[in-house]
């Protein structure tokens, strides 16, 4: 184990019940921050990318109540 390991498991023991769950959780969901990090971007690029095509009159976009009357059509086939 590596000193500032140490340190901070000697550290978490002064913690409170509530306060080393928290940690143990925040450990625990560390490794994939940096995965939800990566998906944020592309959503960010992704959603970049559609309103360019969509201000450039590449593609139309269709209005929510739009999809939910033809959902209500093509259900009722």
Do not use: C, N
């Not at 978490?12 to 969901?29: M, Y």
């Not at 970049?48 to 109540?65: K, L, M, P």
């Amino acid at each position: 184990m590596t000193s500032l390991f140490e340190q901070v498991l000697a550290s978490s023991k002064s913690l409170t019940a509530d306060e080393r769950a928290r940690l143990a959780h925040a450990l625990i969901a560390s490794p994939h921050q940096q995965q939800d990090d990566d998906a944020e971007q592309q959503w960010l690029a992704a959603t970049a990318q559609r309103v360019g095509e969509i201000e450039a009159g590449y593609v139309t976009a269709v209005s929510w109540q739009d999809i939910k009357q033809q959902l209500s059509k093509d259900q009722s086939k």
